[in-house]
Nanobody
Framework: VQLQASGGGLVQAGGSLRLSCAAS????????TGWFRQAPGKEREFVAA????????YYADSVEGRFTISRDNAKNTVYLQMNSLKPEDTAVYYC?????????????????WGQGTLVTVSS
């Protein structure tokens, strides 16, 4: 499966963005999907994940209550709605997918990665 992340941009603190992760090649409903981010000078970290059915969602403590992950399997797309953005949310955001055994927060369990989309939050 090929993944294409989009929706990043420049936003003021307190604003909102919605990221999209569109799949091609295979049906995204076969895959658990996650979002990770990498800020300048930092390691890539887990943000949110959703099971292939959509019945399970997982969030990093730093985004819980502000970000919402969802999926539309009919559109072969996973979304990350980001509200109340903070400057510390500035990063390149990546989507990733895994079709087998899965630990949502662990990057090595994801076999497929999209290119990143840059989110910049100004203070």
């Amino acid at each position: 499966v090929q993944l294409q992340a989009s929706g990043g941009g420049l936003v003021q603190a307190g604003g909102s963005l919605r990221l999209s992760c569109a799949a091609s090649g295979r049906t995204l409903s076969r895959y658990h999907t996650g979002w990770f981010r990498q800020a300048p000078g930092k390691e890539r970290e887990f943000v949110a994940a959703i099971s292939r059915s959509g019945g399970g969602t997982y969030y990093a403590d730093s985004v819980e209550g502000r970000f919402t992950i969802s999926r539309d399997n009919a559109k072969n797309t996973v979304y990350l709605q980001m509200n109340s953005l903070k400057p510390e949310d500035t990063a390149v955001y990546y989507c990733a997918a895994e079709g087998g055994a899965w630990y949502p927060q662990i990057q090595t369990y994801y076999d497929y990665w999209g290119q990143g989309t840059l989110v910049t939050v100004s203070s």
